[in-house]
C-alpha cells in the first residue's frame, strides 16, 4: 500500500504546491518501510509553518499506519480528501466532524426492561439471578399482578417472595408463591411449622412468607378478604400436612364453594363434612403425594368462630384430624393423646385464583350470551310488531270489503 504523510503547512505567500500525476506513488508500492516518513509528530509539536515546504506532498491516507490517539489535533482540513482511502480508517477524529457516522454502533441498546422479574428462591444461589427481585421498590408502576396465577401467566415460574397487588385497595403486598407444584399459581396464606414440645400461640393477620421455616415467618396466616380477595377470585384451595408421628400425608385440594367461603372470611358456619369428603382432588406432585385416611374419612367439622382453617376445621372424630393450635393439639391424620403438641407438624393451605385469561374468557362469554339474548329479544319485538299491525291491516282490509258484498 502507498505510505502517505500530512501535507505541511505553508506560509500564506508560497505558491499551492504542484501535483505530478506521474510522480504520485505507484497501486503497488515497492517503497521499504523505512523510506516511508514518519506520522508521529514530535514530543513538542510546534505550531509554526514549515519555511520549506515539501514540493510534492501525498494526499493519500496510509492504510497500514493509523494515528495515536495523543497526536494533537490540527485543525479540520480546508479541503475534502482528493482521493480517500478505501480502506476505513480505525484512528479517531482529529476535531469536530460535520457529518454522523455513516457506520452505526453496534452496542446493544441499554434501554431498561419494562418487565418485572421474579425474586430469588430460598438458599443462595450459585451463580447469579437473571432476574432481579419482584419486590415493589423493583417493579414498573404500570405493572399490575393481583397473584401467583397472574405471574405464572405472565411467564414467572419460580418459587419464591412476590410483589402483589390489593385488587381492592390497590396496594402492595408481598407473598410466597409456590410456581412449580401442581401446576404453579398458589399462594401461601396459612404456614404452621410446628416444632414438637413447643406449644405457641397462632399468629392471625400476618401472611407468611415460607412454607417451611420454623421461624416466625413460617408460623403464622391471614383471610384472603385481608388482601382483597373475593369467592369469585378463587379457583382453588390447596391443604398440605406432615408429622414426625407418623409416615402419612394430607396433600389434595378442592374448590367447594364452602371452603372458599371459609378461606374467604375465617368463618365456618354453614360448613358441612359433605364439604370435605367430596369433590376434592387427591395431589402427588413433588414426592409429598396424599397417603392420608383425610378428607376421604371426614365426619366432623367444627364451624365455631372465625379460625378459618386453624382448630378443628374437618376430621374423623377420635381418629384422624386437621388441629391447629385447638386445645395445645397440632395434629396431621392423626390423634395425639395426652400431649397433642409433642410431635412436630407441618400444615400449609395455598389458594390458586382464577387466571386473567379465563376471567376474561368468561367475561367475553357472558357478554356474546347477553348480546345473543337481546339479539333473540329483538327479533321476537320486530316479530310481534309484525304481526300486530299484519293483523290490523288485515282486519282493516276485512271491513273495507263487508259492504261492497251486501
Same mark, same amino acid.
Given at each position: 500500500?502507498?505510505?502517505?504523510?500530512?501535507?505541511?503547512?505553508?506560509?500564506?505567500?508560497?505558491?499551492?504546491?504542484?501535483?505530478?500525476?506521474?510522480?504520485?506513488?505507484?497501486?503497488?508500492?515497492?517503497?521499504?518501510?523505512?523510506?516511508?516518513?514518519?506520522?508521529?509528530?514530535?514530543?513538542?509539536?510546534?505550531?509554526?509553518?514549515?519555511?520549506?515546504?515539501?514540493?510534492?506532498?501525498?494526499?493519500?491516507?496510509?492504510?497500514?499506519?493509523?494515528?495515536?490517539?495523543?497526536?494533537?489535533?490540527?485543525?479540520?482540513?480546508?479541503?475534502?480528501?482528493?482521493?480517500?482511502?478505501?480502506?476505513?480508517?480505525?484512528?479517531?477524529?482529529?476535531?469536530?466532524?460535520?457529518?454522523?457516522?455513516?457506520?452505526?454502533?453496534?452496542?446493544?441498546?441499554?434501554?431498561?426492561?419494562?418487565?418485572?422479574?421474579?425474586?430469588?428462591?430460598?438458599?443462595?444461589?450459585?451463580?447469579?439471578?437473571?432476574?432481579?427481585?419482584?419486590?415493589?421498590?423493583? =417493579?414498573?408502576?404500570?405493572?399490575?399482578?393481583?397473584?401467583?396465577?397472574?405471574?405464572?401467566?405472565?411467564?414467572?415460574?419460580?418459587?419464591?417472595?412476590?410483589?402483589?397487588?390489593?385488587?381492592?385497595?390497590?396496594?402492595?403486598?408481598?407473598?410466597?408463591?409456590?410456581?412449580?407444584?401442581?401446576?404453579?399459581?398458589?399462594?401461601?396464606?396459612?404456614?404452621?411449622?410446628?416444632?414438637?414440645?413447643?406449644?405457641?400461640?397462632?399468629?392471625?393477620?400476618?401472611?407468611?412468607?415460607?412454607?417451611?421455616?420454623?421461624?416466625?415467618?413460617?408460623?403464622?396466616?391471614?383471610?384472603?378478604?385481608?388482601?382483597?380477595?373475593?369467592?369469585?377470585?378463587?379457583?382453588?384451595?390447596?391443604?398440605?400436612?406432615?408429622?414426625?408421628?407418623?409416615?402419612?400425608?394430607?396433600?389434595?385440594?378442592?374448590?367447594?364453594?364452602?371452603?372458599?367461603?371459609?378461606?374467604?372470611?375465617?368463618?365456618?358456619?354453614?360448613?358441612?363434612?359433605?364439604?370435605?369428603?367430596?369433590?376434592?382432588?387427591?395431589?402427588?406432585?413433588?414426592?409429598?403425594?396424599?397417603?392420608?385416611?383425610?378428607?376421604?374419612?371426614?365426619?366432623?367439622?367444627?364451624?365455631?368462630?372465625?379460625?378459618?382453617?386453624?382448630?378443628?376445621?374437618?376430621?374423623?372424630?377420635?381418629?384422624?384430624?386437621?388441629?391447629?393450635?385447638?386445645?395445645?393439639?397440632?395434629?396431621?391424620?392423626?390423634?395425639?393423646?395426652?400431649?397433642?403438641?409433642?410431635?412436630?407438624?407441618?400444615?400449609?393451605?395455598?389458594?390458586?385464583?382464577?387466571?386473567?385469561?379465563?376471567?376474561? =374468557?368468561?367475561?367475553?362469554?357472558?357478554?356474546?350470551?347477553?348480546?345473543?339474548?337481546?339479539?333473540?329479544?329483538?327479533?321476537?319485538?320486530?316479530?310481534?310488531?309484525?304481526?300486530?299491525?299484519?293483523?290490523?291491516?288485515?282486519?282493516?282490509?276485512?271491513?273495507?270489503?263487508?259492504?261492497?258484498?251486501?
Amino acid at each position: 500500500m502507498p505510505c502517505s504523510f500530512l501535507p505541511s503547512i505553508t506560509p500564506s505567500k508560497s505558491p499551492e504546491p504542484s501535483f505530478s500525476p506521474s510522480k504520485l506513488p505507484s497501486a503497488n508500492p515497492s517503497l521499504p518501510p523505512s523510506e516511508c516518513p514518519s506520522h508521529a509528530p514530535s514530543s513538542s509539536p510546534s505550531n509554526v509553518p514549515s519555511s520549506s515546504p515539501s514540493t510534492q506532498p501525498s494526499r493519500l491516507p496510509s492504510a497500514t499506519s493509523s494515528l495515536p490517539s495523543s497526536a494533537p489535533s490540527y485543525g479540520p482540513s480546508s479541503s475534502p480528501s482528493e482521493q480517500p482511502s478505501p480502506v476505513p480508517s480505525s484512528a479517531p477524529s482529529f476535531g469536530p466532524s460535520s457529518r454522523p457516522s455513516e457506520q452505526p454502533s453496534l452496542a446493544p441498546s441499554v434501554a431498561p426492561s419494562k418487565r418485572p422479574s421474579v425474586a430469588p428462591s430460598h438458599g443462595p444461589s450459585s451463580s447469579p439471578s437473571e432476574q432481579p427481585s419482584l419486590l415493589p421498590s423493583d =417493579r414498573p408502576s404500570e405493572t399490575v399482578y393481583n397473584s401467583c396465577q397472574d405471574l405464572m401467566d405472565a411467564g414467572f415460574t419460580t418459587d419464591g417472595i412476590y410483589a402483589l397487588t390489593n385488587p381492592s385497595t390497590s396496594s402492595d403486598f408481598n407473598a410466597y408463591c409456590d410456581q412449580t407444584s401442581e401446576g404453579g399459581g398458589w399462594m401461601l396464606f396459612l404456614s404452621y411449622n410446628h416444632i414438637g414440645g413447643e406449644n405457641n400461640a397462632l399468629l392471625p393477620g400476618t401472611l407468611p412468607s415460607s412454607p417451611t421455616s420454623t421461624g416466625s415467618d413460617g408460623y403464622s396466616h391471614i383471610n384472603l378478604a385481608d388482601v382483597g380477595y373475593v369467592e369469585e377470585d378463587i379457583d382453588q384451595v390447596r391443604f398440605y400436612c406432615e408429622t414426625s408421628s407418623h409416615t402419612r400425608k394430607v396433600h389434595f385440594s378442592t374448590n367447594n364453594a364452602i371452603v372458599k367461603t371459609i378461606a374467604i372470611s375465617g368463618s365456618g358456619a354453614g360448613s358441612t363434612e359433605t364439604a370435605w369428603n367430596t369433590g376434592y382432588t387427591i395431589l402427588y406432585d413433588g414426592g409429598d403425594g396424599s397417603t392420608a385416611y383425610l378428607p376421604g374419612e371426614t365426619d366432623s367439622v367444627d364451624y365455631s368462630g372465625d379460625a378459618g382453617f386453624t382448630k378443628f376445621p374437618f376430621f374423623a372424630w377420635d381418629n384422624y384430624h386437621w388441629a391447629i393450635g385447638s386445645l395445645d393439639r397440632f395434629e396431621c391424620d392423626d390423634w395425639v393423646q395426652p400431649n397433642g403438641y409433642s410431635h412436630s407438624t407441618r400444615h400449609n393451605v395455598w389458594v390458586r385464583n382464577v387466571s386473567a385469561r379465563r376471567r376474561e =374468557r368468561e367475561l367475553l362469554s357472558t357478554n356474546t350470551s347477553q348480546n345473543n339474548s337481546c339479539y333473540h329479544n329483538a327479533h321476537f319485538v320486530v316479530l310481534a310488531c309484525f304481526c300486530f299491525f299484519f293483523f290490523v291491516i288485515l282486519k282493516h282490509a276485512i271491513r273495507k270489503l263487508r259492504p261492497a258484498h251486501r
